[in-house]
Structures are given as structure tokens and as C-alpha cells.
């Protein structure tokens, strides 16, 4: 693999977080709890604190599980 090819790899890498921050950013815009959604666990202490978006890391993993292969499906034709 040449630098051109790895540039082009990176580049389109950085493109999908900029999309996929501005998506992030657009939902917490409207409103949706991401992070805080029943499930997520958050326990306080007195000097710490804990937080497991358990139900968020699960329903993003389907989405883009769905996503994915959906992309590769039409990729494929």
C-alpha cells in the first residue's frame, strides 16, 4: 500500500467522524437523551463517579451494525 492510498484511507476515515459528529451533535440538539437513556448506569461517590451507557452503546451497535452491512450490501452490486 502506497502513501497516496493511505492518505486517501485517512481522509475518508476523518470525513466519517466529521459526519458522524455532526450527526451526534444534531440529536442532542433534538432533544435525544443519548448517554441517558433507562438502562445507562450512573453511580456518584463522593470523589468519583461511574457512568456505563450500557443501553446506549447497545443501541448504537445495532444501528451501525445495520448501517454497515446495509453499505456493503449495495456496494456489492
Known amino acids: 500500500m502506497g502513501a497516496a492510498s493511505i492518505g486517501k484511507w485517512i ?5 466519517g ?3 458522524a459528529g455532526g450527526v451526534l451533535w444534531l440529536l442532542a440538539k433534538a432533544g435525544v437523551p443519548l448517554g441517558r437513556l433507562p ?7 463522593e470523589r468519583s463517579s461511574l ?5 446506549t ?3 448504537s451497535s445495532v444501528v ?3 448501517l454497515l452491512n ?4 449495495l456496494l456489492r452490486k
Open 11 to 15: 481522509v475518508v476515515l476523518g470525513l
Open 17 to 19: 467522524l466529521v459526519v
Open 39 to 45: 438502562g445507562d448506569i450512573h453511580v456518584e461517590g
Open 51 to 55: 457512568h456505563l451507557p450500557l443501553v
Open 57 to 59: 452503546c447497545l443501541i
Open 64 to 66: 451501525l451494525t445495520v
Open 70 to 73: 446495509l453499505a456493503l450490501w
